[in-house]
């Protein structure tokens, strides 16, 4: 019931249309995480990137093996609206250099002054030799994000559609609240942001299952048993990985140093899965992330 508390508190902050949006795209993909604390942009700029994350998490999901990353982010933002991007990602500690490439398009549009959203495509591309990390079982993901700024604090909701090797449907619900220092840490022309945030994750799990059945060696491993030694336990049971359900709650805490054109951020996430395959062994846990852009005007 403490998990439906929650969600009751997030339906309670997000209005029919609501959502929120940045200038820049958020990547759905665990490794894009753009800063949190940003105002709406509406003109032709260039953001430049890179961010640390603690490990790979993909709609409330992480796989079996922990996967700290390194992505650097490069996104052209158009005075129509239109933006693309394009992001390598490296998992450290693993060959080869580059991992993943992903790369997309998007147009970020406005109701009125308070409801606006984006509407973006995303490409994720493997090196075949990458770590087999839970984001590979997909390959595509269409997103649709809608929000609302209701002064108090912003709230949105996300529409994913993911195909590739799995089919899957997502809705995300956020509500966030920025709050910015009115003084200079060093000078007049730099401040402090903080935007803590709850979420909430629910759709299906489809690429789940996948995952599992094309690296069984992975969860073999984390789960401490041979699959070749003649007494492994028996298959893991089928779940209803299509079925629509609550997925993961979170809350999340970035605070960033802000100057005209760039923004350095530190974030914490506590997160909790549920409804997970059992093979998987998902479990709360703690993510931390590292983001500096450039902003060029």
Request: aromatic content about 20%; overall charge positive.
């Amino acid at each position: 019931m403490k998990y439906y508390f929650v969600l009751l508190s997030l339906i309670i902050c997000i209005a029919a249309n609501a959502a929120a949006v940045k200038p820049y795209p958020y990547f759905r993909g665990s490794s894009h995480i753009i800063a949190d604390s940003d105002s709406v942009i509406r003109k032709r700029s260039i953001s430049v990137g890179a961010n640390y994350g603690s490990d790979f998490q993909f709609f409330g999901r992480t796989g079996p093996v922990t996967y700290p990353f390194l992505s650097v982010d490069a996104i052209y933002n158009f005075k129509s609206g239109i933006f693309v991007y394009a992001s390598p990602v490296q998992v450290i500690g693993y060959y080869p250099l580059i991992d993943e490439v992903d790369l997309g398009a998007g147009y970020l549009f406005n109701y009125s002054k308070k409801i606006s959203g984006t509407i973006s495509y995303s490409r994720f591309i493997f090196n075949k030799n990458t770590a087999k990390v839970i984001k590979s079982a997909s390959s595509n993901d269409i997103n649709f994000k809608n929000s609302f700024d209701w002064k108090l604090a912003k709230s949105s909701v996300v529409f994913d559609y993911l195909f590739g090797s799995a089919n899957d449907y997502f809705v995300t619900l956020n509500t966030s609240k920025y709050i910015e220092t009115d003084w200079g840490v060093f000078d007049d022309k730099d401040y402090l942001s903080f935007n803590p945030s709850i979420s909430a994750i629910f759709g299906t799990q489809n690429f789940v299952g996948r995952y599992s059945s094309e690296h069984l060696e992975n969860i073999a491993a984390a789960n401490d048993f041979n699959l070749y030694d003649g007494v492994s336990p028996p298959p893991f049971p089928r779940y209803n990985n299509g079925r629509f359900t609550a997925l993961n709650y979170s809350v999340k805490l970035p605070v960033a140093y802000n100057r005209p054109h760039y923004t350095f951020e530190a974030s914490w996430k506590y997160s909790i899965p549920l409804n997970v395959e059992g093979a998987l062994k998902n479990r709360h846990e703690v993510f931390f992330n590292l983001t500096f852009y450039y902003l060029f005007f």
